[in-house]
């Protein structure tokens, strides 16, 4: 029997031939080859390929399918799929979906199709979606499904063994089964695994781990994937405050937490919207951009203002003009390591009070003894350019100056917006940049005045 | 039955009662607090902890724990532990760990101490961990590991079940059972899920999916978890050339790949190695961020030698210097954006052949429409501060030159690097800053020097 050893290249010959067909106007061909793929497969090829070969495709797409596509897609191209869709299309696509990701689906809708589309829904998946919905955005709720099997701890296994084989098939991700009380209340659990290897003649309460941890429904998505990580979990299940059983959470909605967390860092550091859609249309890209945009021009204008009170000193020395840019940049690449590794750190939940002052102080120590190495450097490159050892001297003051307030300004702004509640992934790079600039103006036209003026 | 509510909040708890008692020197008390966690906690609170009392809290720690805890660790920290440890102690943490994991650890030691390890380790360890190091990093087979449990296809399902039970417990994270033919060859696989509910009167070749697709031991990690991502997989089986089984990959360490590959991305856009511990020595960071800052100090002086070219200019005219830096910031933000999009993309293996070519087309589009709009802008703001429209103008011109420039650079420069075979993540950043500081001065200075000097 041939096992077909799949392949990214397999993806991409795929992809090429696709396009190939769909160049040709081949469409009957596409629709049996988009038939035959899964839908995880689909989405990639969707989130590949540019505006135009997106349209085509979606229109060739097995109607049956499009909620397993959508539940696969990035946030950014399944609203705008989801815009040009009848709110029956969206409202039969919801009928086979996870209840998190149909909620996660339906909280990006516009009011207005949102109710559309609730109300084209069976009065079962309403009532389903409008629970996963009561939960907020980010928290352990919002990526919950309710697809639990539960056990009672006075039942033999054996008798457990004989209901599983009645009851057919078990959900996706399954590997523990929940044990609760009367009052649903989460008495412990039992791996699959365990099912299969341990003695029939027990009952669940002795089988059972107690132990098991519920994770509280309001715990925020990332702390559950943290947990997750630390713990090598596959699923948890999820608690209410009084201890009674709500559901779980599955690994795959984890790597999906890790994968967006890990995006909005990187994204957010560059001034970019995690969500924005590689092959996504020109326009409206142009204006997601200005937002950042706007922000750095003022911040470039600052740093000219700064510049500007220096005026006389620039009229006199176009020396220190051509030089200024150096000690700005420097500063900036500096404190952009450490706000990285700050971020990072907060993002893993290995920053907090017992241990920031500490983490302040090392960046401030690296930021200054950085600052003394470059200044020597910079010092000497500058006297062998422009054979002016009292520029290379004033160039090397404020390169000290500027790399020691960078360290301290990496290290501190995204402690310091994280406790003002603003996200440091997005404000910190901005913040940085524009008290490394202003700084290291300050102080290089600054000591050039004081020390060539007079 | 009391559930332990999890919770971060706890292990901050946790964290400041473990430092107030090695605060007031209470080792006994800390030694029996570290003895009732669990691994996964203990590599948490590590990585958390400023290094002197990590050094006191890895002196406090169970001996037989070692493994477990240094497998949860960061590289970095890792390497630092294990430097300072005795090889008997590598050896004797290495009989508990996971063959990938043991080897990740191996592969990390520098070479006296390596053989040593070698050496001290039981022949079986040996050779399985050997097998495990000849797959290169980050490859399936270097995230490895071979506690696959196979079946025979002929045998039927009781017979199955009777042999788990006297077999006992299955590994960690075991979803899958392997269906193999005399030859190793992986014919298809069976859901533990699948084994609880189907008919045991069938056989295993019944019951088996023969379409399970075997991964290629040398698939690259980030390729691997891509598919894992896609079809949302706990695991799955690793087969060598010729279709024998070799082993399996589990979600767990799939996890850890997702998040470094992310971590890179981020971090070395930053130009930081994502390695570094958060809470390393001072001057092992300060050398290592050097590399970044010394490339940097050429950057910069390569643009202050491009102001040198215009000299005259900025002798003339102090407010052409005071507005200079303004043009190559707007292009460097603008430029950001775009590189930190094409990065994902490209980490994300959405970008390939058949699409780069529209992508470039849009980022330029993009960057031509942010010039015209900001250069409109600048026009504006510059001609009413400084109540001059040729200069408004000027700057107005080299923004729309600049950030034009931006878009076709941040596209195409990670696009050039990674056919080069250089880590765009790593080298993009720096390039493009640039390219965007040398072309925006050049074409402000350019422009001054054109229409104002004449």
Not at 199 to 203: A, C, G, H, K, R
């Given at each position: 029997m041939p096992i077909e050893v799949l392949d990214n290249e397999l993806t991409a010959q795929r992809l090429s031939r696709l396009n190939e067909a769909l160049g040709s106007g081949m469409f009957v061909h596409v629709r049996d080859m988009l038939h035959n793929m899964a839908a995880s497969d689909i989405a990639f090829i969707l989130e590949s390929s540019p505006p135009k070969t997106r349209e085509v495709l979606w229109q060739l797409i097995d109607q049956e399918h499009t909620g397993d596509i959508l539940d696969e897609l990035g946030e950014d191209l399944k609203d705008q799929l989801i815009s040009q869709m009848a709110p029956e299309r969206v409202a039969r696509a919801a009928t086979g979906m996870d209840t998190d990701d149909l909620a996660y689906i339906l909280r990006s809708l516009p009011d207005t199709l949102y109710n559309q589309v609730l109300h084209s829904m069976s009065s079962q998946d309403r009532a389903r979606v409008e629970k996963a919905l009561s939960y907020p955005e980010d928290t352990a709720g919002s990526i919950m499904n309710t697809d639990t099997v539960t056990l009672r701890p006075d039942v033999n296994i054996d008798v457990i063994l004989r209901y599983l084989r009645i009851r057919g098939e078990l959900p996706d991700a399954t590997d523990t089964l929940y044990v609760v009380d009367k009052r649903d209340q989460l008495l412990g659990g039992i791996k699959i695994t365990h099912l299969l290897t341990c003695?029939?003649?027990?009952?669940v309460r002795d089988v059972m781990d107690p132990d098991l941890e519920g994770i509280p429904v309001g715990m925020s998505d990332t702390e559950v994937a943290q947990l997750f990580e630390r713990h090598d979990w596959l699923s948890a299940p999820i608690i209410a405050d009084d201890g009674k059983l709500l559901g779980r959470v599955t690994i795959d909605d984890i790597v999906d937490v890790i994968r967006e967390d890990a995006e909005h860092s990187m994204m957010g550091m560059a001034g970019?919207?995690?969500?924005?859609?590689?092959?996504?249309?020109v326009l409206k890209s142009t204006f997601r951009r200005s937002l950042w945009l706007t922000i750095n021009l003022f911040a470039a204008l600052l740093a000219a203002s700064v510049s500007n009170m220096f005026e006389g000193t620039l009229e006199q020395f176009a020396t220190i003009a051509i030089l200024m840019t150096i000690v700005p940049s420097m500063g900036g690449v500096a404190g952009n390591q450490t706000l990285a590794l700050v971020i990072r750190g907060i993002a893993l939940g290995h920053i907090g009070q017992s241990n920031s002052r500490w983490l302040i102080g090392k960046e401030l120590a690296i930021g200054f003894l950085n600052g003394l190495l470059w200044s020597v450097l910079v010092f000497g490159a500058i006297w062998l350019w422009k054979g002016d050892m009292a520029l290379g001297a004033l160039i090397g003051g404020a390169m000290l100056i500027n790399m020691t307030v960078a360290g301290l300004a990496g290290a501190s702004i995204p402690l310091i917006l994280k406790k003002l509640n603003i996200d440091p992934a997005l404000a910190g790079g901005m913040v940085l940049t524009t008290v490394t600039d202003v700084i290291g103006l300050f102080a290089f036209l600054g000591l050039a005045t004081l020390f060539l003026l007079n």
């Open positions: 003695n029939p003649d027990t009952s970019m919207d995690d969500d924005e859609d590689t092959f996504g249309p």
